[in-house]
Each structure stands twice: as structure tokens, then as C-alpha cells.
């Protein structure tokens, strides 16, 4: 059974910069074969969903969304069956609660199999 357990959110200024860390544990043998990404949910946007931040595959490639791209880095570490987050030059806007997915097939698909409980990014 796969869990995943994000940390390292919190509250910051514009400008400053968090890292998320997002554990897989159960099936640790595969994590270099997953497709992950970071998902965030704003407050107030519940009935939209989550967008996709970024995401990786098991090549190691990666993709952003426009509003982070140049700002954030997505990576991993098979070693330590964790996936990051760098997000730097933090803006009000990326204020919401982070989700780390996880998905055995690649690509990612729509509903990843595996989930976070999520941690929460303020930016003020």
C-alpha cells in the first residue's frame, strides 16, 4: 500500500522561498518508475480542483505550469524515495494547500492513483 506524506510548507513574505518534501512509503522498490507531480488547491477555488504545478517522469523529465515556471523545481530522489518541491520567489497567488501524486503508469494520469494529505503554502 502506497502513502505519501508531504512537509515543508508554511508561511512566508513575497520573495521568500519554501521547499516541499513529499515521502513515498509501501512499494518503495518502484519509486524511480513512477510518474509524480505537485498539485495545489487554492482557498476559495475548491470547486475547480487541483492544478497541476509540476511534474515528473521516470526518465526524469519535467514540466511546469506557466505561473511557476521559472520560479519553481520539481525533483526527486530515489535514494530517499522523496519527491521536491523548490519554490522560489513565492507570490501571494501561490497562497494554497500542496498535494503530492503519485501514479505507477506513465503519463500522470487525470486521477493519480496515489495522494497526500497536502500542506499548506501562505504567502503574505
Known amino acids: 500500500h502506497v502513502q505519501l506524506v508531504e512537509s515543508g510548507g508554511g508561511s512566508v513574505q513575497a520573495g521568500g522561498s519554501l521547499r516541499l518534501s513529499c515521502v513515498l512509503s509501501?512499494?518503495?522498490?518502484?519509486?524511480?518508475?513512477?510518474?509524480m507531480a505537485w498539485l495545489r488547491r487554492a482557498p476559495g477555488k475548491e470547486r475547480e480542483g487541483r492544478e497541476k504545478?509540476?511534474?515528473?517522469?521516470?526518465?526524469?523529465?519535467?514540466n511546469y505550469a506557466d505561473s511557476v515556471k521559472g520560479r519553481f523545481t520539481i525533483s526527486k530522489d530515489a535514494a530517499k524515495n522523496t519527491l521536491y518541491l523548490q519554490m522560489n520567489n513565492l507570490k501571494p497567488e501561490d497562497t494554497a494547500m500542496y498535494y503530492c501524486?503519485?501514479?505507477?503508469?506513465?503519463?500522470?494520469?487525470?486521477?493519480?492513483?496515489?495522494w497526500g494529505q497536502g500542506t499548506q503554502v501562505t504567502v503574505s
Open positions: 501524486a503519485a501514479d505507477p503508469f506513465c503519463p500522470l494520469g487525470p486521477v493519480p492513483p496515489y
Open positions: 509501501g512499494h518503495t522498490s518502484s519509486f524511480s518508475s513512477y510518474c
Open positions: 504545478v509540476a511534474g515528473i517522469d521516470a526518465d526524469g523529465n519535467t
